[in-house]
């Protein structure tokens, strides 16, 4: 339908109600007054209507565009007439009995109008019906205008009572007739909004369950569909408006109009609005719950089966793999154990809750694809967490240190406590936590200090010049060698090594068992003094001697 087409209608209210049932007997009105009363105001009316009266006559002696034409010219002319009978009524410069028969004009067009309005929408519905789904859309944009020009409609007739009442006249069945009018027109369109809506959910579900080939169709009928609930929408909402001045209860329809498009606006937080969202929440929920709720809890009772079983195998798995990896033939080292060991567990455990889920009626197709799509976005925005990650990789497959080492790693010096594929954890020998990231350590000089078993302890003590070289070698010979945790094999060196500035420097250089590096240093060093002191060897210290030389001045008088 053309914009001509589609204004036809309200145009051909003025031609059969508005023109030639109510201008003649206002215009014969206004021949009986007296020409030197009539104001600026009553002179615009009458000329007005005298050219709503000729176009009236000329359409009836016209065809086609030029017909369609002289409809539009005419429905302008009427809002135009609505215009200055409003400045009329507000500023009286009209009498009120004119005003009065110019306001019942308006009454009996707009009524008119109506059932035209509303048998053209019958006819249009019942075409778009028998219509094809490709036809439709065309159809439905004129079915939208009409609806259109209907709550239009509607509005002047609110605005007819208003005027009516400012000037004094009893509307009160007037406005029982309209205030019916829009109550029932609000209970066919809220059910229309209600069926339309539950038809569009009908074909999301279909659209997402059928395959490429056969989705054109549905997705035809869901912009149909979606069509139709906007226009009911916009009519609902103007009937809304319009309701609530007429002292219409429309709490229950604002709630479906907040339920259908999920704007926030400000009737919602109207007292009435509000209960009746939360009352039919509530009766939804109770209604689920009788429908659904058998169903679920037996859903949720196997998720919980699964989940208790799937906690009991990662158990079982951890306890498999701890025994198969402390394997000598595997050889790992105990972070590739706890990795291993922490691995198995969670892959039990994600396995299991997939399968739980699927049991509770979840698709997990789109959530694979979403966790695929989260790991790349995730991957770009923890990029130091990718490098941390593949450094402990790298820590766990070329193994430089253990669980227990005590080792020089990323700055920090302590004992490894605990490591993850991100970050290690060291203790200090001061009882201090430091986390380093894996990237850190990797990228920088690691020293593993008890990786091995036996250690070398590296010792030098001196003596002084004047003591006796061999019997000094021969005590340390035998502190050494006394000491329990000194191993035998290598076996320790004593040796001269620096003739010093103050002192002559042995090295000795025992071999102990790493855990037994602090002990045996420490002991022999205290042993060293105590023997030193009964033998009489000397442990000299850095000294300087300071001569001074007293130069006598000749000049100094004698005393």
Not at 354 to 360: A, D, F, K, P
Request: glycine share 4%.
């Amino acid at each position: 339908m053309s914009l001509s087409c589609r204004k036809s209608a309200l145009f051909l209210w003025g031609v059969l109600i508005a023109v030639s049932c109510a201008l003649s007997p206002f215009a014969q009105a206004v021949e009986e007054v007296e020409s030197a009363s009539i104001s600026k105001v009553e002179l615009e009316i009458e000329r007005i209507n005298s050219d709503l009266k000729d176009l009236s006559d000329a359409l009836k002696d016209t065809t086609g565009d030029q017909k369609e034409a002289l409809q539009l010219q005419l429905f302008q002319k009427n809002e135009e007439l609505r215009a200055v009978l409003q400045t009329a009524i507000d500023k009286e410069r009209v009498p009120k009995d004119k005003l009065i028969s110019l306001v019942k004009m308006q009454q009996n067009y707009s009524r008119g109008a109506t059932q035209y309005l509303e048998q053209k929408i019958k006819q249009l519905d019942e075409t778009i019906n028998k219509a094809k789904e490709e036809e439709r859309l065309a159809l439905l944009s004129d079915y939208q205008e009409l609806q259109h020009y209907l709550d239009v409609l509607i509005e002047s007739k609110w605005q007819n009572i208003q005027w009516l009442k400012a000037l004094d006249v009893d509307v009160s069945k007037a406005q029982q007739e309209l205030t019916d009018t829009v109550e029932k027109r609000l209970r066919v369109i809220s059910a229309s909004v209600e069926y339309y809506n539950q038809q569009i959910e009908v074909v999301n579900k279909q659209i997402a369950a059928r395959p490429e080939s056969e989705k054109s169709a549905l997705q035809l009928s869901q912009l149909v569909l979606k069509q139709r609930m906007d226009t009911a929408v916009d009519s609902m909402r103007a009937l809304i408006s319009i309701g609530r001045q007429l002292n219409v209860d429309t709490s229950d329809y604002r709630r479906l109009m907040f339920e259908v498009t999920g704007s926030i606006t400000q009737d919602l937080f109207d007292g009435k609005v509000i209960g009746s969202i939360l009352s039919s929440w509530l009766d939804n929920f109770w209604d689920w719950l009788a429908n659904n709720a058998p169903q679920h809890l037996i859903q949720l009772l196997v998720f919980a089966v699964i989940l208790l079983a799937t906690k009991v195998l990662a158990k079982v798995t951890r306890k498999v793999i701890g025994k198969a990896v402390v394997s000598k033939n595997l050889n790992m080292s105990q972070l590739m154990q706890d990795f291993f060991i922490a691995m198995s567990g969670n892959l039990v455990w994600i396995i299991g809750i997939l399968v739980g889920l699927s049991q509770i009626g979840l698709n997990l197709t789109p959530v694979l694809t979403g966790f695929g799509i989260a790991g790349v976005i995730i991957g770009f925005a923890l990029q130091d967490t990718l490098s941390n990650f593949a450094a402990g990789m790298m820590l766990l497959i070329y193994r430089p240190f253990d669980v227990g080492d005590f080792v020089f790693a990323g700055g920090v010096d302590g004992k490894v406590s605990h490591m993850s594929l991100v970050n290690t954890t060291i203790k200090t020998f001061d009882n201090q936590i430091i986390i380093v990231p894996n990237s850190k350590i990797w990228g920088d000089v690691i020293k593993n200090v008890t990786h091995e078993r036996v250690r070398r302890v590296d010792m030098v003590f001196g003596i002084g010049y004047g003591d006796d070289l061999l019997k000094a070698e021969r005590v340390l010979t035998e502190i050494v060698t006394e000491h329990p945790s000194v191993l035998r094999a290598p076996e320790p060196m004593i040796k001269v090594h620096t003739l010093n500035t103050s002192s002559v420097d042995f090295i000795v250089r025992p071999w102990v068992k790493t855990d037994d590096y602090w002990d045996v240093y420490w002991d022999v060093t205290k042993e060293v003094k105590l023997r030193f002191d009964r033998e009489g060897i000397s442990i000299p210290f850095p000294q300087q001697d300071v001569h001074l030389h007293m130069i006598k001045d000749e000049d100094t008088p004698e005393n």
